[in-house]
């Protein structure tokens, strides 16, 4: 390879704008420096390179340079960005994410929100456990207000563990929607993985952050 060819394959591995590292651009950019002095070394002195091809390749050398000298930057920048996302990220966890999931019941009421069709007159709520098991099923009043489930169940409570509550609406006495019911649920873990945002709640469910419709701070218990 000549150094008009390196300097050309520098460039054009310079330039790319996809499927090239800094790591690519300095090897090439190596290359290049030393195809270049060598050049110069070893040129007949009686037939110098000609001052044309000469400022050629060193405007390329020049462009080369700049180009490591970026790269190096939006990696720089990059790297700064990530961890800005990590210390936004940080200040999730310890919130409570209100999304359609599971939550982890410890003897303290879980916040459910309902949402109801407008056509639905009556409304039941059906709870299961971890293992898919209805535990309870019961006729709720018509609404989109918050409720608060205790977990109690007869004359005991439920064991701790994680929930479901699945909201049955009815029109005339025919189901009509049957959908899960979004909780408020306390994010112990916040973490970026595969170009998206995922949250670990209590009990460890993990969702989307696309999922979480609303962030508040924990609620104390009565």
Sequence with gaps: ?????????AATSATKPQGNTAAEVSSDFETFLKMLTVQMKNQDPLEPMASEDLAVQLATFSGVEQQVKTNELLGSLGAQMNLMGMAQLSSWVGMEARAPIAAYYDGQPITLL????ASADSTILVVKDENDIEIERKKITVSDDPIAWSGVLGASNAPEGLYSFTLESYSNGAEISSEQMEVY????????EAGQILLVTEGGVEISADL???????????
């Design 1 to 9: 390879m000549d150094v008009t060819s390196a300097t050309t394959a």
């Design 114 to 117: 309902p949402n109801p069709p």
């Design 185 to 192: 649920s306390r994010i112990i873990e916040a973490r970026g």
């Design 212 to 222: 979480v419709s609303a962030l508040r701070e924990p609620v104390d218990p009565v």
